[in-house]
């Protein structure tokens, strides 16, 4: 299905939403998201949630200009702290770092339902987001990359099964990624040149790097 003027990581969050879901979009921005799947007709409906009000406004405008407004409601939201588990099946949240990520998914207890599918695009620390997914329960169920503005990124889609997992770096920094599309080495090799840089000043990473290395070889 042809998303409408989405590209990089956006189109790849969009291709992981569910058809037919009710969407809560988490940083908003300038409402891009919502608007391209409603008007592609994948979703019904959508909230653009976002904590800044001048954002928001400019979703609004979009949104309005789309005529979409019956459909996209817009909301001034810390996080997910002023949405509920009643309005939307899937929920993306995109364009922030990856502990953001995972301190907005601590502070709500109704995420914890498998019914939800959630799609996370970290900016940075994907590795820690990663991490805390696993400890506390969720599973990554597909996992891909994207160059996106000459730089790669992650996005994955989660789904809460309540199993804690053990997960080290290597785990962590790989996740369900494999070398086998030239955006996930991309990104794979921009984690592994990232670790190298890290190893100067901690030898102990050097199995991880090995491990990696060995994955891309």
Known sequence: MKLLNLKGRLS????????????????????????ALCKSGKIPSALACDI?????????????????????????????????????DDIVIAGMGGELIASILSACAWIRDASKNLILQPMTRHEALIGWLAENGFAIEEQGAVLDGGKYYTVMRVRYDGIPRGCDLYEASVGRLRPDDEASVGFLKKCLNKLKKQQIGDPSLAPVIERLEELLA
Not at 21 to 29: H, M
Not at 55 to 64: G, V
Not at 66 to 84: E, F, M, N
Request: net charge negative; aromatic share 4%; with cysteine.
């Open 52 to 88: 800044n009000p001048l954002p928001l406004r400019s979703a609004e405008k979009n949104i309005a200009q789309s005529g979409l407004s019956g459909r996209i409601a817009t909301r001034l939201s810390d996080g997910l702290t002023q949405v509920s588990a009643d309005e939307v």
């Open 12 to 35: 790849l969050c969009a291709e992981y939403v569910r058809e037919g879901s009710r969407l809560a979009d988490i940083g908003t921005d300038h409402g891009y998201l919502p608007i």
